[in-house]
């Protein structure tokens, strides 16, 4: 049987090939009734894009790859959707790929190995050595995530991230703002990450402006950023003589903060009456906790649009392209977890807002 191809959807349809192309590609500028028009032809004859045809007309598949370490937390999954909407207007197609924090398939999908369609890859590495990125992003089109800094390694990948230290520095300074003084942390981690340590720094920063000290007995360690270890660390707090247990706590991600929240419940606490809580991610499971979760927010869909031109300027690229980082906002939104009282949620609380859409972001310099 022969296959389907572009010409015939456009007969079919009545519309030039471009248009054909524009609309399976998902890009913009084409109009709802057109788009309606094509796709029906396209599932009346059967019609499936070839990604090898593609790439032996243009040199390119169209197809890139988001490789995070774990697609159960809600930040994760949160910021696939943003970054398969941003390629989406861009005319490509995402692979969702779960390293589980692997070095090995790290470095395996950092090198396209396994996916030979791949244009490039979006990768939130957690243990893959910085000397094996450095050689894979010389050979590949790839942008990092995430807070391990690449400077010295001389990675020529583009680095997209928040502001960890000021992004706890923030939340810490909050709780200062409201008075108070024994205040935990629950995130330093076993492993000395690079997000605990400079969410840690950032903690510690906010306590020496504000006078107050830091006590090693309010930063119970962790193995994981899930709530199991927020409500083990939460008990050890809670478990402390009154002159010394918190009157308040920064969770060094949201799932931490539930699980903190947790146990604060179980022992009899109120939130934020006795202890005040604050998470960071802007998790949509902070909006819907009980009591709604002050957390800090880093702007996924910035994050992810300009991860995504920046993979998307690489792949074009005929030259190499420098080592850049790009910061990505963020802010914190306080809310009853330490604030109090009852607010119900507005018409526009979803992260993705109200119609679930990623909202516009900044690109890099120069796209």
Not at 73 to 101: D, K, N, S
Not at 124 to 152: I, K, M, Q, T
């Amino acid at each position: 049987m022969t296959a389907v191809t572009l010409k015939d959807v456009a007969e079919r349809a009545g519309v030039s090939i471009k248009t054909v192309s524009n609309v399976v590609r998902h890009a913009p500028r084409v109009s709802e009734a057109t788009r309606r028009r094509v796709m029906q032809a396209v599932h009346e004859l059967g019609y499936r894009p070839n990604p090898s045809a593609r790439r032996l007309r243009t040199g390119h598949s169209g197809l890139i790859a988001l490789a995070v370490p774990e697609l159960t937390m809600p930040y994760f999954a949160e910021l696939a959707h943003h970054v398969r909407a941003q390629a989406a207007a861009l005319g490509l197609t995402v692979l969702i790929e779960e390293t589980l924090g692997d070095a090995t398939e790290e470095l395996r999908l950092a090198t396209g190995i396994g996916a030979s369609l791949l244009d490039g890859v979006i990768l939130s590495p957690l243990h893959v050595a910085p000397d094996e990125l450095a050689a894979a992003a010389n050979e590949f089109p790839l942008v990092l995530l995430g807070e391990r800094s690449y400077e010295r390694e001389r990675v020529v990948a583009d680095h997209v991230l928040i502001d960890n230290v000021a992004a706890a520095r923030d939340a810490t300074a909050h709780l200062v703002g409201l008075g108070r003084t024994r205040i935990a942390a629950i995130g330093v981690d076993h492993k000395t990450s690079e997000t605990s340590r400079q969410r840690l720094e950032g903690f510690q920063l906010a306590l020496h402006e504000a006078g107050l000290t830091y006590d090693p007995r309010l930063a119970p360690r962790v193995r994981e950023f899930n709530r199991y270890n927020g409500l083990r660390a939460m008990r050890t707090l809670t478990a402390l003589p009154a002159g010394v247990r918190p009157d308040a706590v920064f969770c060094f991600s949201d799932m931490l903060a539930v699980g903190a929240q947790r146990a604060l419940y179980e022992a009899g606490l109120r939130i934020p009456e006795d202890v005040a809580v604050v998470g960071v991610d802007g998790s949509e499971e902070a909006l819907y906790s009980t009591p709604s979760l002050t957390s800090v927010v880093p702007d996924k869909a910035a994050i992810a649009s300009l991860a995504v031109k920046c993979l998307a300027t690489r792949i074009r690229a005929t030259q190499p392209l420098p080592f850049e980082v790009h910061l990505a906002p963020h802010r914190l939104d306080a809310r009853e977890s330490t604030v109090g009282g009852r607010r119900p949620l507005s018409g526009h609380a979803h992260p993705r807002g109200a119609a679930g859409a990623a909202r516009p972001a900044p690109g890099p310099p120069g796209l």
